[in-house]
């Protein structure tokens, strides 16, 4: 399977029913496992320090699909991991392969916009690969990709980050990570590796992490300013949002949300 570029048109990866019939489909052709963007081994640096190195540590991914990570991190003795994806097929798949070899790790189906059964601020390091990239395919990608950085951000420990992987540049996704209803100290980080032979492109791949820090409870930041931005993107489910998204003018607290590049 060939992971795409920014430039691709991809216009079915925001809508969960697709996820389904692709892991399906993969199952059937043989493909076990397959990592979008990057691994383990271009994400190690970043994540460990992270964690403090601490394998004790509880870490949830986001949108897991069949990616290795899970199971690469499992290895290097991160054994507290949960891993969610809206595919009831892929987490079935992925928690078959490992449930002798790997039994800690927890697979979940679910939304993870909306993960009710995870605890608030229960996780210290929550990681995203590429499944940001899929919500900006939604028909209505303002509205997920809001409720998708409010559930990450809601589930996220104070002290703790959310680690977003994404092959959208900072233009397109620091807006949102920024927005002030998250209260983040955001950290753009490029990445660039070769493209594996097996996606049938040459080339290198190049993405960002965006590496957001979480210093304050979530709950009272949520309470105080996620209304006004669920109203925004409700009501305007297909747009960016716009430097008026920002005015510090309307919120005493918005100007130090800072952010670091
Ligand atoms: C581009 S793939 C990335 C998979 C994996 N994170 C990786 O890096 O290889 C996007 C993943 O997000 C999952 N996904 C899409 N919408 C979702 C949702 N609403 N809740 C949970 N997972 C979702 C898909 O099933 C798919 O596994």
């Not at 950085?149 to 809601?154: L, M, N, V, W, Y």
């Not at 420990?157 to 397109?172: C, D, K, L, T």
């Not at 097996?198 to 960002?208: A, D, I, K, L, Q």
Request: with cysteine; charged share 25%; glycine share 6%.
């Amino acid at each position: 399977m060939a992971g795409p570029d920014a430039s691709d048109e991809l216009p079915e990866f925001g809508e969960g029913h697709y996820w389904e019939t692709h892991y399906e489909k993969a199952a059937e052709e043989g493909e076990n496992l397959y990592d979008w963007l990057v691994g383990w081994t271009e994400l190690r640096w970043l994540l460990e320090p992270l964690m403090g190195f601490d394998t004790r540590r509880a870490v949830l991914h986001l949108g897991s699909g069949n990616s290795p990570l899970p199971e690469d991190m499992y290895d290097a003795g991160y054994h507290h991991q949960t891993a969610v994806d809206i595919s009831e097929v892929v987490t079935k798949q992925m928690s078959e392969r490992n449930q002798a070899s790997r039994p800690e790790i927890q697979w979940r189906a679910a939304d993870c916009r909306n993960m009710a059964e995870i605890c608030s601020e229960s996780f210290p390091l929550v990681v995203d690969k590429s499944t940001l990239d899929a919500f900006f395919c939604n028909d209505q990608h303002a509205l997920a990709i809001a409720e998708f950085i409010k559930e990450a951000f809601r589930v996220t420990s104070v002290g703790g980050a959310f680690i977003s992987v994404s092959m959208h540049r900072p233009p397109a996704v620091l807006p949102w990570l920024q927005h002030h209803a998250f209260r983040w100290t955001v950290q753009a980080v490029p990445i660039d590796k070769p493209r594996p032979e097996s996606s049938g492109r040459p080339g290198r791949c190049h993405c960002h992490a965006y590496i957001c820090g979480n210093k304050r409870r979530t709950a009272a930041s949520l309470e105080k300013h996620w209304l006004r931005l669920a109203h925004r993107v409700r009501e305007h489910p297909d747009s960016d949002l716009s430097g008026s998204d920002f005015d510090a003018s309307s919120d005493s607290d918005s100007q130090d949300g800072e952010a670091e590049l």
